[in-house]
């Protein structure tokens, strides 16, 4: 399934004006993590900006910059629909959302993922959709997300468990650190803390690394992880 794709310059132009402008602009500007050698190729003087309105079900995406021809805005769309989409990351070609559901319309929590292309034909195509069976669905969540290679990591403020999910095979796990909800997220590329009040877990790609009680937030200041959606 492709998302929406529009092929009027002059209303691609409108959109990327309202993307670049709207309110809560998501500028994922930078990937995650460095793209792997199967990565398709990005464009090199493109970016994607995604954007998201509150109470809408849909996020916003607009491509621009220099295309080799000139400067401009050369696709838009929208990826969706999403019962609570409350946080997106890139991990390289790859963009996910992660959506904490809605417990009235029986929506679990899930992550959602697409591809990004921001080549001559701009899109961002749906892959798959992976559910959170461990995580409580919440339409009000506040989440984190961030991701070392291949491995995300995610938590809300509505459950003590922190969720690693497996992108190259999709296996989910979960766990617990220390009893709190989680209330922030973060990674360096290297390395992701998860906080959970005054306490925090580090995990490299290989796992929980250590536990340490910490004196406010801990985080990475040049945090490679995920824009909260409001």
Same mark, same amino acid.
């Given at each position: 399934? $492709? +998302? ?5 310059? *002059?209303?691609?132009? $409108?959109? !990327? ?20 050698? =199967?990565?398709? !190729? $990005? ?5 994607? /900006? ?21 400067m401009g805005c050369w696709g838009s769309g929208q990826i969706g629909p999403f019962a609570h989409a409350c946080a997106i990351v890139r ?5 996910? #959302? /992660?959506?904490?559901? =809605?417990?009235?319309? !029986? #929506?679990?929590?899930? *992550? ?8 001559? !034909? ?12 461990? *995580?409580?669905? +919440?339409?009000t969540a506040k989440c984190w997300a961030a991701a070392v290679r291949n491995q995300l990591y995610l938590g809300t403020d509505q459950s ?13 796990? +979960? ?7 989680? =209330?922030? #997220?973060? +990674?360096?590329?290297?390395?992701? #803390? ?13 796992? *929980? ?17 995920? /824009?909260?959606?409001?």
């Amino acid at each position: 399934m $492709r +998302s929406t794709v529009t092929s009027n310059p *002059l209303l691609r132009a $409108r959109l !990327a004006m309202t993307s670049l402008a709207g309110l809560a602009c998501l500028c994922v500007l930078t990937p995650v993590l460095a793209a792997g050698p =199967d990565a398709p !190729a $990005r464009g090199p003087g493109l970016f994607t /900006v995604y954007n998201h309105l509150a109470g809408e079900s849909r996020i916003n995406w607009t491509t621009c910059g220099d295309n080799g021809s000139g400067m401009g805005c050369w696709g838009s769309g929208q990826i969706g629909p999403f019962a609570h989409a409350c946080a997106i990351v890139r991990m390289a070609d790859l963009v996910v #959302v /992660v959506d904490s559901g =809605d417990p009235a319309s !029986a #929506v679990g929590a899930a *992550l959602v993922i697409y591809r990004e292309s921001n080549g001559t !034909a701009p899109s961002v195509d749906f892959l798959r959709r992976i559910a959170l069976d461990g *995580l409580p669905a +919440s339409s009000t969540a506040k989440c984190w997300a961030a991701a070392v290679r291949n491995q995300l990591y995610l938590g809300t403020d509505q459950s003590v468990r922190y969720h690693a999910i497996n992108l190259a095979n999709d296996r989910v796990t +979960s766990g617990e650190i220390c009893g709190n909800p989680t =209330d922030n #997220v973060s +990674s360096d590329g290297e390395y992701v #803390v998860v906080q959970q009040g005054n306490c925090a877990g580090y995990f490299s790609r290989g796992g *929980l690394q250590i536990t340490n009680g910490t004196y406010g937030k801990a985080f990475f200041p040049n945090a490679n992880a995920s /824009v909260p959606i409001p």
